[in-house]
């Protein structure tokens, strides 16, 4: 059964973390949260700490975070169909933020619909790619990637690991 919550929550993420990579490497994002947890390990796995930047409180300043945004947003019934909702409570808490863009209509429908099949399990994950937990962007490594990130697979701009 989809859990819309959880869903929205992967496409947030991808959103965050992937936006301007290709369809694949979106899709990795969604696919290494449900790598590390499954399906009912979402919310534990994506709010981590030290995991997902995005997510870090006090990230858009002392007491504001795309965290709380999302959480309001979410206990008023917004989501799936007004991600928006996101952008105006941050808007009105803190006018100098620097966050979450979601895009136009079109660009939340094909994120969302990203989410929704990996979420499922019915994408076709790529063999090299299958058992990926970790991805970052080697342009904060320029020494070279930790040791801790093994078997890469570079999509994009990010490598995906284990």
């Known amino acids: ?20 990579q290709p369809e694949l490497g979106k899709a990795m994002v969604a696919q290494v949260i449900m790598n590390r947890g499954g399906q009912e390990m979402v919310e534990q796995v994506v709010f981590a700490p030290g995991q997902f930047a995005v997510w870090a409180p006090d990230r858009l300043g002392p007491g504001h975070s795309l965290r709380l945004a999302v959480l309001v947003c979410h ?3 917004a989501f799936p169909d007004d991600p928006w909702c996101v952008e105006r409570f941050m808007e009105g808490c803190c006018p100098d933020w620097r966050g979450l863009t979601i895009g136009d209509a079109e660009y939340w429908e094909g994120v969302l619909g990203i989410a929704v099949f990996v979420y499922a399990g019915e994408w076709d994950v790529p063999p090299e790619l299958a ?3 970790h991805f970052d962007n080697p342009k ?12 890469c697979v570079e999509v994009g701009d990010h490598v995906f690991c284990k």
């Open 1 to 20: 059964m989809m859990d819309t919550w959880r869903v929205v929550l992967i496409a947030l993420t991808m959103i965050m973390e992937a936006r301007g």
């Open 75 to 77: 206990s008023i019934g």
């Open 140 to 151: 904060f490594w320029p020494e070279g990637l930790p040791p801790w990130l093994q078997d």
């Open 131 to 133: 058992d990926k937990t």
